[in-house]
């Protein structure tokens, strides 16, 4: 009896557990320890499933339906504001690309050969270093003439690059970080292109200045108006308060995929999605997908766009 008692007992506590930390990713405050565990809200909740598999084999109930509600809870939480293309409309007239590079990669000629072969119209690079940007600069200017590079050895150089014709190009610095934005002329009339790498949110510290970097740029997007494109390395997943907080202040819309993964990616893998394509009204994003860039740590994002 008292057996039975006891592993009841542990069953209820295990229940008990799994709930809290299920309420705990679901619904705690935007502080830095819980938006590191709510980035990997997809993975929590394969993980409570397995768990209510493994009780409902042993034929524990508690943990079982435990283990459900925690899943069900935390699949909840994956809502992205995002956006999907205008029905029946698939005239896309602007194909943008994203490479985080990785600064240290050095596999600069196959790197450059997946750029040009992808056909697209504007190029953002990050993690541009000074290697990096002679490397692009000599490869890709020829076809891209239009190009702004601000390398840096701290992993925040960035680069863009326009085969359209750009009627101005200038560089913005949010919180230190270097942001490029173009207005590239397209079919639909001129758009403004915001090219991105937020800071990584490693510490407390860091976390505060992402935070404040996308409320600087929801200013920007939203002194420009309708027709702009966000497009980068943000450094916040789909569903997390920074990037709700990023498209209610400026109107900007996720238009790629808002749990397709991108970082980290190792054997074309990744668990977790921070790079993003982002768009206002008047512009939206018709097809998207990711790639292997050789030597990253990054998937690569290409995003054909209806101007």
């Given at each position: 009896?008292?057996?039975?008692l006891s592993s009841s007992s542990k069953e209820v506590l295990l229940a008990g557990g799994l709930l809290t930390l299920a309420c705990g990713l679901a619904f705690a405050p935007d502080a830095y320890v819980p938006m590191l565990a709510r980035a990997f809200l997809l993975q929590w909740g394969l993980f409570f499933l397995l768990v209510a598999g493994w009780a409902g084999r042993k034929r524990r109930p508690w943990p079982a339906g435990a283990g459900l509600l925690s899943a069900l809870m935390v699949f909840l939480q994956l809502d992205a504001p995002a956006v999907?293309?205008?029905p029946g409309r698939m005239d896309a007239d602007l194909r943008i690309a994203q490479f985080n590079l990785l600064q240290p990669n050095q596999?600069?000629?196959e790197v450059v050969r997946l750029a040009l072969s992808s056909d697209a119209d504007v190029i953002s690079f990050q993690e541009v270093s000074p290697a990096w940007a002679e490397v692009l600069k000599d490869a890709l200017?020829?076809?891209?003439?239009?190009f702004e590079v601000v390398p840096n050895d701290h992993c925040y150089g960035i680069a863009l690059f326009s085969r359209r014709p750009v009627r101005s190009m200038q560089v913005h610095h949010l919180c230190g970080s270097p942001v490029i934005e173009a207005e590239v002329a397209s079919e639909g009339g001129a758009v403004h292109?915001?090219?991105?790498h937020a800071t990584s949110p490693g510490s407390l510290g860091e976390h505060r200045e992402r935070n404040a970097q996308l409320r600087l740029l929801a200013g920007m997007v939203r002194a420009r108006g309708e027709r702009t494109i966000v497009v980068g390395d943000l450094n916040t997943v789909s569903w997390d308060r920074a990037m709700w907080g990023l498209c209610a202040e400026s109107g900007l819309r996720l238009g790629t995929g808002p749990v397709?993964?991108?970082?980290?990616?190792?054997?074309?893998?990744?668990?977790?999605?921070i790079d993003h394509v982002l768009t206002t009204p008047g512009t939206s994003v018709v097809r998207s997908?990711?790639?292997v860039i050789p030597g990253s740590d990054?998937?690569?994002?290409i995003a054909d766009i209806a101007t």
């Open positions: 009896m008292n057996h039975t999907g293309p205008p596999r600069h000629t200017s020829e076809t891209y003439p239009f292109v915001f090219t991105v397709v993964p991108t970082f980290p990616s190792v054997l074309g893998l990744a668990l977790i999605p997908d990711t790639f990054h998937r690569g994002l």
